[in-house]
Each structure stands twice: as structure tokens, then as C-alpha cells.
């Protein structure tokens, strides 16, 4: 079960993002297209820091997206924001590695489950 150290956690990851997305954007007067990148990059993380916390209030942090299983503390201690177990993860490197099949992450808006198309 996920605590409220959990919580402190993802917070101080999102402030630590924030402050570093807006000294980016502040002091960048002549953005390179490498600029660009990082920042939508930064953007990116912050999305996916708001969506974990909402996760987690949700009772849902640490629930993989695509099994529903428990993701494993060495996947989360990587990336405090991960929606996906190893097992998980290790099927979507292999069906982008060897081009099996053409798919999109998408949830269900019934009952936001993930799916693969």
C-alpha cells in the first residue's frame, strides 16, 4: 500500500519539475530546436507527475495500466510515475523491437482500463 510518503514524494517531484520547466522557458531567449525538445520533454513529465498524484487519490498509484497488477518498487524507484509493471513494459519494448503489430496506448473511458490496439 502506497503512503503519504508516496505523496510527499510525487509532489517534491512535480515542484522539482515545475521550477526547472520555468527557469527553461524563462531564460532560454533563443530557443534551438534541442531547447524545444527538453522543454516539451520537462512538459511531458509534469503531465505524467499530475496524472500519478491523481492516481494515487484515486487509490490507483501503483496499479499497472495494463494487467493490474502491483508494479514492482524497482520500476517505480526508475520513474514515480510509471502506469506500467516490468512484465508490462517488457511486452511493449518487444512489440516495438521486432514491429509485431502497429499499436496505440489507449484507456477505455468506461472503466479506464489499458489497451492495446
Known sequence: MK????????????????RLYEFRLNYCDLISTEDQITLDNTKHQLSEIDS??????????GICESC?????????????AARLCA?????????EQYGIASYFAK???AGQVFVLV
Do not use: D, H, P, W
Not at 503512503?3 to 515545475?18: A, F, M, V
Not at 513494459?89 to 512489440?95: D, G, N, T, W
Open 107 to 109: 484507456r477505455c473511458q
Open 3 to 18: 503512503t503519504l510518503g508516496t505523496l510527499t514524494e510525487l509532489q517534491s517531484e512535480k515542484c522539482r519539475l515545475t
Open 68 to 80: 493490474g497488477s502491483t508494479i514492482e518498487e524497482e520500476v517505480q524507484e526508475a520513474n514515480i
Open 87 to 95: 512484465k508490462c513494459i517488457s511486452m511493449l519494448v518487444q512489440r
Open 52 to 61: 500519478a498524484i491523481c492516481r494515487f487519490y484515486e487509490g490507483r498509484y
